[in-house]
């Protein structure tokens, strides 16, 4: 019954196919804040170079993007943004949050920074380190092809399994003075009913 | 206003700055610190005291910011408007420092005499609530406009009061 | 609008009609980071521009009040973080400043040679971002290679490589080592050359001058009257230089020249970078061959730094002192005063003003950021320009979002 195949045919399936392609090429969107931003622009230059691993096309716009890396903290004016980009990036499309701060905050557990990208939009892979070294990094988008090229489906099914649509971490988060700063302020009026209950 | 200063300079060329400023204009000369020279100014007159002390030499404004006395031992006032004034042509420095009290606190801007204080009075606006009189364009420089609170001021916690959360959540189901 | 007084002649009421409004940022990959501009254009000429920050505000000065004067050395690595090493030093330096503590020489070397370290290597990144703006990558990665040395050269000193951490109240972390002081040295043989290589490339590179060459110009009255220190003040003929002016740490007995320029655009911004870059490894060459042997932290009679260990173990003096400090409560002797004490930081004076209440925190730590002044500059430097003149303009102003908006 053995099918006869030439020996430069390999057998596989489509979903992994497709794997295999998507990870080789992963373009990534730098959304670089802070100070990993520089370790950042250290892995793709001279000595490190992240072009060795395959995913070195680094485009600033998110509609070629499929990779987005938050590194450096993100504050609450910067936070729309962050979510404006993820939304514009096409699927397939993953997200790395490098560094502490872009994680859970980091040293700056303040008023304006946000605690962990996390709480607001999806991510795949976190590096730690304050900021990571380009080593690391490399290290997180080599795990994240082997992610990819374990999980992968042609058509994305991988983001429709229940613990991928979850949230990572609960919220939580005193208010108090919040709603009294609301009752003067429209703006934040309109914010908190359009967010619908953060603090749950 | 102009004369006035022009006239003050000639008189005060002999002593130093600070004793003229604060003859001048009422205000208190404070022992140097670390060999800062510095002086307490009253606030209704800063306007004046600040062109005469550009008249003098002060050409560079270094800083502008602001101290939230509020939980300080021994103070008198809650907020202390702080001026770092320097001269390229002779390397002088001077620190003026100009008291407010709540519920208004309100001093002339410092735009006029020099541009620099723009940006660095938005800022202390932004963070400490102080107005500026007279000031072009006083908007928050680095918090967003639906931020209520003066971050800076003492009362204000740390971690905020939830602001940092108040965002949609954003699922693989949205994009 | 703040940048609306000396409006173009273009913008009447008339033309205002045919005026384009681009939103620059905050995204945006010559912005470096997270800054906004939004640009008046009329055709390709920028009209107007109206700069917009706090994408990145973090409250590092609330943060100050929180930590103690040790602790928060590391919130200033990530400030400038092109240069967290001159942040330490400028942090400790104010905070020495208001304690009264007098350094040991060996310190005061040491810190200078790490300053002017990171001197270099902020304006290698400056200047190869101007270089990688305006179309010459290659220039970016000479840049960044020599970064990676000075790197190396921290990572052996303190073992981060990026964010230091390195001073301490009366002193540093960790005194130069042998092999610390080999690389340095080996830095000084080598990066003469690349340098030479970089201007090779650039300098005189036609359509580098072409496009930086006139673009951006500021007066030395606007300089000053707008507060601009730094590389961008003396690239505008303001002889001012914290180094020379107000010696700090060892400066007073190097030889060094302050580098100046009269035109103000970019491009003599760029050539200021590139001269500073020699007369700090200068002051690095002299610093090293005449570093002062001794202790590298103050004594126990100032009860600041951590005894160490030898005299924790064998004497009295040391134990008491080191318990002191290690307690919460004890800590050191801080004045109820205030002061402000500067540095001469890659990107201009860096100064802070601290209030100390006491306690070993400060009651405020207000940190000078230059690039604050130099980003008002913006609108000024951008008006009458070309779109693609805004990336020039802005990389030469070398403006580091974290301590902008800190």
Redesign the interface.
């Known amino acids: 019954m053995a099918l006869e195949l030439p020996e430069n045919v390999v057998v596989s399936r489509l979903d992994e196919l497709a794997s295999w392609c998507r990870k080789n090429s992963l373009w990534p969107m730098p ?5 990993c ?3 950042l ?2 892995t793709g ?3 490190h170079d992240l072009a060795r691993f395959g995913a070195e096309v680094f485009r ?1 716009s998110p509609r070629q993007c499929d990779l987005m890396i938050v590194a ?2 993100v ?7 962050l ?1 404006r ?3 514009q ?1 096409s ?1 397939p ?1 993953w997200c790395i949050s490098m560094g502490a701060c872009a994680s859970t905050g980091g ?9 962990g990208i996390d ?4 991510v795949d892979m976190y590096v730690p380190g ?2 990571p ?1 380009p080593e690391q990094l490399i290290q997180a988008i080599i795990d994240l092809q082997d992610k990819i090229q374990r999980e992968g489906t042609i058509t994305g099914r991988e ?2 399994t229940p613990e ?4 990572k971490r609960a ?1 939580v ?6 709603e009294a ?1 609301a009752a ?2 429209p ?2 009026q309109r ?2 009913a ?3 209950a ?2 749950a | 206003m102009d004369e006035h200063s022009a006239g003050a300079t000639s008189a005060a060329a002999a002593t130093p700055a600070r004793d003229g400023v604060a003859d001048l204009f009422g205000g208190t000369r404070q022992p140097p610190f670390r060999g800062q020279e510095r002086v307490d100014l009253p606030a209704d007159r800063v306007r004046e005291a600040f062109r005469f002390l550009r008249d003098d030499g002060y050409d560079l404004l270094v800083d502008v910011t602001c101290v939230d006395y509020l939980e300080y031992r021994g103070a008198k006032h809650r907020y202390g408007l702080v001026y770092l004034l320097a001269a390229t042509a002779d390397n002088r420095r001077l620190t003026v420092r100009v008291f407010l009290d709540d519920p208004a606190p309100t001093v002339a801007s410092a735009t006029p005499v020099w541009p620099a204080a723009n940006w660095l009075e938005r800022e202390v606006w932004d963070m400490f609530g102080i107005r500026f009189e007279g000031h072009p364009d006083l908007r928050r420089l680095l ?4 931020f ?2 003066h ?1 800076l001021r003492k009362d ?20 | 609008m703040s940048i609306a007084e000396p409006r173009a002649a273009a913008a009447t009421k008339r033309s205002e009609e045919y005026l384009w409004t681009l939103n620059f940022g ?4 010559a912005t ?3 800054l906004r501009l939004v640009l008046q254009l009329e055709g390709e000429r920028v009209v107007d521009a109206m700069p917009e920050m ?6 590092f000065e ?2 100050g009040e929180h930590l103690t004067f040790n602790q928060y050395v ?2 200033t ?2 400030m400038n ?2 240069s967290p090493m001159a942040n330490n030093v400028a942090w400790h330096h104010a905070v020495e400043t208001l304690l009264g503590i007098e350094l040991t020489p060996r310190c005061k070397v040491i810190r200078t040679i790490i300053a002017e370290l990171a001197r270099i290597s902020d304006h290698l ?1 400056c200047n190869g971002a101007v270089g990688l703006d305006t179309g010459a990558f290659t220039f ?2 000479y840049g ?2 020599q ?2 040395v000075i ?1 190396d050269i921290f990572e052996t000193l303190c073992g981060a ?3 230091n951490s390195y001073t301490r109240v009366g002193g540093v972390s960790h005194d130069f080592t042998a092999l610390v002081i080999e690389k340095i040295r080996s830095f000084l043989r080598t990066f003469p050359k690349t340098l030479d290589d970089m201007e090779r490339l650039l300098t005189r590179n036609r359509i580098f001058v072409e496009r930086t060459k006139g673009v951006g110009v500021l007066s030395r009255e606007e300089a000053i009257a707008r507060g601009a220190t730094g590389p961008v003040a003396r690239a505008s003929g303001v002889t001012r230089d914290l180094r020379k002016d107000e010696p700090y740490l060892a400066y007073a007995d190097y030889d060094f020249r302050v580098c100046c320029a009269a035109a103000g655009d970019c491009y003599a911004r760029y050539l200021v970078r590139m001269q500073e870059m020699r007369e700090s490894l200068r002051i690095v060459e002299q610093a090293l061959e005449n570093l002062p042997a001794g202790p590298v932290n103050v004594g126990i009679d100032q009860r600041t730094a951590l005894p160490a260990k030898a005299q924790v173990y064998s004497t009295i003096e040391g134990t008491i002192s080191h318990f002191e400090l290690a307690m919460s409560n004890r800590g050191f002797e801080v004045p109820c005063a205030e002061s402000y004490a500067a540095i001469e930081a890659p990107n201009g004076e860096l100064g802070f003003y601290v209030v100390g209440d006491g306690s070993d925190r400060a009651y405020r730590a207000r940190c000078r950021p230059p690039s604050v002044l130099h980003f008002a500059l913006f609108p000024y430097l951008i008006r009458g320009h070309t779109l693609s003149d805004v990336v020039a303009v802005l990389g030469s102003l070398n403006i580091i ?2 301590e902008l ?1 800190r």
């Open positions: 959304f670089a804040t802070a100070c931003g520089i370790e622009m250290a230059a001279s000595k600033f450096g903290r504050v609450m004016k910067m936070l729309p943004v979510q980009i993820w939304l990036m699927e499309k040293v700056f557990d303040t008023y304006a920074v946000v605690q709480r607001f939009i999806p304050c900021p070294r983001f429709d991928r649509q979850l949230r919220l988060e005193a208010v108090g003075p919040l700063d003067r302020n703006i934040l914010r908190l359009e967010a619908g953060p603090h | 918090l967003p406009e639906v209520t609170a971050p204000y916690p740390l971690q905020g009061r939830g602001e940092r959360h108040n965002f949609p959540i954003l699922t693989r189901d949205d994009g | 905050p995204q945006h990959p470096h980071t997270t706090g994408y990145l505000h973090s409250g609330k943060i590391t919130v690595d990530r973080y092109i990144l970016f990665l960044f290679y970064r990676e790197y490589r990026f964010t979002a974290a908006d």
